[in-house]
C-alpha cells in the first residue's frame, strides 16, 4: 500500500491527498511536522491498514499526538517501507559494481589471451627470423604488447580497488540503516522490533544453555497526567531522562528498549533474581532521585517515578509467557501505590 501512496504522490491526485492530509491534520489539531504529514499521507492513502487503524483509534480516545507518539508509529509502520528503498538503492549499487567488475575481468581475459597469442607468434616467428631487422621487428612487437597488457592489468587494478572502496562504503550505510531500523529515534535506545528479536534469541540461548534469563517492565508513574500538565515537550524530555539513566544502568550484556509510549523493557541475561532486583531496585531509586526543570520556564517538575515488574524465566518459558508476567508483576507495583518493583514469583507466592 505504501507503494500505491507513493504512486499517487506522483500521479493527478497528488496535490488533492497532499491538501486532504494537510486538512485532516488541522482538524485533528496535529501539527503538520514532515513525520506527522508521511503518516497522515500513509493513513490517508490506506485508512482501513495498521497505522490507519491505530490513528483513528487514537483520535478516538482523544490521546494526544506528541512527537514520541509519532516517532513510535514511524517506527513501528514507516520503516519497513524506507528500508525497502534503501535496500533497494543499495542493491542496484551492489549490481552495478559487480557488472563493472565482471565486465573489467572480462577484457583482462581477452587482454591476456592476445598477449598469449602475441608470444605464440613471436616464438614461432624467432626460429624463422632471419637477421638483425626481423629480429628487431620482434623485439618492437613483443615490447608494444608488454606495455600494453601492463596497462590493462594497472586499469583493473583500479577498477577493483574503486569497486572495493564502494562496496565498503555501502555495506558502512547498510549498518548504518540496519541501526537506525532498530533504535527508537526519541531515546535512541533499542525500539520495540529490536527488543522483541533479543528477547526471543535470549530465550532461545537460554533453553539451548539452561542459563538464567530475567525479563523487566518499566513504566512511568502518571505520564499522562504529566503530559498534560507540562505539554508533550516535557513529556518527550521525560521520556529521554528515565531511557538515560537505562542507558547507564542496563549496559550490555543486559539490553534496555523502548518498548511502547512510556513503558521500557529490560533483559537481564545471565543474573540471579538477588541480582536483578537489586539493579531494578537501583534504577528505580535512581529515576526519582532528581527534580526535574521544565527547560522552557525553569518550572520545578519535581521528581519522576517509575513503576517496575520482573520476572525471571522459568525452565522451558516462551517469551511470550516471561512477558505477559513480568507485565502481571509491572501492574501488581502500580495496584500497590506505584513507585516500586514487583517480581512475577511473589504474586505466585502470595496466590
Ligand atoms: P538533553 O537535554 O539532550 O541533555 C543531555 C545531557 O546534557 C544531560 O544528560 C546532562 O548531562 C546535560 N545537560 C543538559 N542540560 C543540562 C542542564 O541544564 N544542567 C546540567 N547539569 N546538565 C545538563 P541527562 O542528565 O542524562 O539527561 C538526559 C535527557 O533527559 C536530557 O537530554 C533531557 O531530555 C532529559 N532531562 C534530564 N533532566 C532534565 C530536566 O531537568 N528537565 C528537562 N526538561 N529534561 C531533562
Known amino acids: 500500500m505504501k507503494e500505491a501512496v507513493e504512486t499517487t504522490l506522483r500521479g493527478p ?21 514532515p513525520l506527522n504529514f508521511e503518516l497522515w499521507l500513509q493513513y490517508l492513502g490506506d485508512p482501513d491498514g495498521a497505522l490507519g487503524r491505530e490513528i483513528e483509534r487514537m483520535l478516538a480516545a482523544g490521546e494526544p499526538f506528541t512527537e514520541a507518539v509519532a516517532e513510535m508509529l514511524a517506527a513501528e509502520y514507516l520503516p519497513r517501507g524506507r528500508l525497502t528503498e534503501e535496500i533497494r ?73 574503486l569497486s572495493t572502496r564502494e562496496i565498503a562504503r555501502l555495506s558502512e550505510h547498510l549498518e548504518q540503516v540496519r541501526r537506525d531500523s532498530m533504535t527508537d529515534a526519541l531515546t535512541n535506545l533499542a525500539n520495540r ?100 526543570r521544565r527547560r522552557s520556564t525553569n518550572d520545578d517538575l519535581g521528581a519522576v517515578t517509575v ?8 525452565s522451558g518459558e516462551t517469551a511470550v509467557s516471561l512477558l505477559g508476567r513480568a507485565d502481571a508483576a509491572l501492574y501488581a507495583s502500580k495496584r500497590s501505590g506505584r513507585n516500586r518493583v514487583t517480581c512475577a514469583d511473589w504474586l505466585d507466592d502470595a496466590a
Open 13 to 33: 491526485e497528488a496535490y488533492s491527498l497532499a491538501r486532504r492530509a494537510v486538512e485532516a491534520m488541522e482538524a485533528a489539531s496535529v501539527w503538520p511536522t
Open 307 to 314: 513503576s517496575i515488574g520482573f520476572a525471571h524465566r522459568r
Open 193 to 292: 522490533k529490536a527488543f522483541d528479536e533479543q528477547l526471543e534469541n535470549a530465550c532461545q540461548a537460554a533453553l539451548a544453555d539452561g542459563g538464567r534469563l530475567s525479563l523487566a517492565v518499566l513504566d512511568i508513574d502518571h505520564f499522562k497526567r504529566f503530559n498534560d500538565t507540562w505539554g508533550h515537550q516535557t513529556g518527550d524530555q521525560v521520556l529521554r531522562y528515565v531511557a538515560s539513566v537505562l542507558s547507564k544502568s542496563a549496559k550490555p550484556p543486559r539490553v534496555a528498549a523502548r518498548y511502547g509510549g512510556e513503558e521500557f523493557a529490560i533483559i537481564f541475561p545471565s543474573e540471579s533474581l538477588p541480582e536483578v532486583e537489586g539493579a531494578l531496585e537501583g534504577i528505580r531509586r535512581e529515576i526519582g532521585s532528581r527534580s526535574l
Open 89 to 161: 538503492d543499495a542493491g542496484r549499487v551492489l549490481d552495478r559494481e559487480l557488472s563493472s567488475v565482471t565486465e573489467a575481468i572480462s577484457k583482462a581475459h581477452k587482454a591476456q589471451s592476445a598477449y598469449g597469442r602475441t608470444l605464440e607468434g613471436a616464438a614461432g616467428s624467432l626460429e624463422a627470423a632471419d637477421g638483425a631487422p626481423q629480429l628487431r621487428a620482434i623485439v618492437a612487437d613483443l615490447s608494444g604488447a608488454t606495455r600494453k597488457i601492463k596497462r590493462d592489468n594497472e586499469t583493473l587494478e583500479k577498477k577493483l580497488e
